[in-house]
Each structure stands twice: as structure tokens, then as C-alpha cells.
């Protein structure tokens, strides 16, 4: 009985849908900016890709590799602003996060990445996940706040002269022309 009892419950939930094997981990890993690359480089979709590479945040970490950042760093008591956890908070994704959190294909180098905004993607990656808005969110897609952008952008970050969200987010930002038509 309890074997028949068992088969039942688990043929409901995988004809329902509700095992879905593999789909989601116990916790979501950065996955990088090279697998959100594959969908999002695309002119007519938006280029989301060749935005976030335009901007600042994509040169997060390369800008601590600056004679500047090292002037900057000095003052702080920070010999190397690129092994600093002081600096990496904010220009690199994830930082103190334990490498359990990453998958193969994140690049520290990359500075600040989609997932910085967009919460770790393994998710919500697969294609199929994305074209639905609903599911994205159930999957872990984070829509940004000014909150979340006072992370970094705040007085406590060394080079801090203001932040307006609003303007900010103009500049950076990075909609799909199609999904706006719907």
C-alpha cells in the first residue's frame, strides 16, 4: 500500500508538473555576464549586452587596476584595491559570496554584471524561463530598486559625490523594444 501510495503522489506531482528535476538549485550561482551574452546581445531585442558593456560598471574592476584607484586606495589603508574586500564589494559581482555560489563561467574580471542587479542567474537562464516575465520573478529575476543601487552608490564608497536614482537609471537603461510593444 505505502509503495502504490508513494508511486501516486510522485506520477501527480511530475504530471502536474510540480518536479521539475534540475530546474532550480537549493541556491541560485552566478552564472556571468558571457551567459546572459547568448540572449541578450541582439540590436532588434535591445542589446542589453552591448549597453552593460559600454558603461562604467563593466570596467568595475578593471578601474581598481587604475593609478587612481591605488591613490584612492592608499587613503583608505588598501595596498591593492583589486584584492581589497573593502573596493570588491562594490566592483565585483557577488563578492563575499562562497565560491559554492559560482559556476565555472563567472569572471571576476567582468566587475559589476547583470547579476549585480539582477540577482544570481542559474535559475532563470534557460530561454524558456525568460520569455515569460511571471516565471523569471518566480525564478529568482530581481527588478532593481533604488535600494539596491544605494548598495554601492552611497557615501561611504570613496568617490561619492551624489546619487539620483532616476537619472541613473535612464542612463543605464536596457529594455527590450520588443516586450515593450506588448
Do not use: R
Request: glycine share 8%; proline share 4%.
Amino acid at each position: 500500500m505505502k509503495k502504490l501510495l508513494f508511486l501516486a503522489t510522485f506520477t501527480s506531482f511530475f504530471i502536474c508538473g510540480l518536479y521539475m528535476p534540475n530546474q532550480v538549485n537549493a541556491e541560485p550561482k552566478y552564472v556571468g555576464v558571457s551567459q546572459c551574452k547568448k540572449c541578450h546581445k541582439k540590436e532588434e531585442e535591445g542589446n542589453q549586452f552591448g549597453k552593460w558593456e559600454k558603461e562604467k560598471h563593466s570596467k568595475a574592476y578593471e578601474t581598481l587596476g587604475t593609478e587612481e584607484a591605488k591613490k584612492q586606495g592608499k587613503k583608505l589603508g588598501v595596498d591593492d584595491p583589486q584584492k581589497s574586500p573593502k573596493c570588491l564589494k562594490c566592483h565585483v559581482t557577488g563578492y563575499g559570496e562562497p565560491e559554492t555560489k559560482f559556476e565555472k563561467s563567472f569572471k571576476v574580471e567582468d566587475g559589476v554584471q547583470c547579476e549585480s542587479c539582477h540577482g544570481a542567474g542559474s535559475d532563470y537562464k534557460k530561454k524558456e524561463i525568460m520569455k515569460d516575465n511571471d516565471k523569471s520573478i518566480a525564478a529568482g529575476l530581481i527588478k532593481p530598486d533604488e535600494k539596491a543601487c544605494k548598495t554601492c552608490h552611497n557615501k561611504d564608497a570613496p568617490t561619492f559625490k551624489s546619487f539620483d536614482f532616476e537619472k541613473a537609471m535612464k542612463k543605464i537603461e536596457h529594455k527590450n523594444p520588443k516586450k515593450e510593444k506588448k
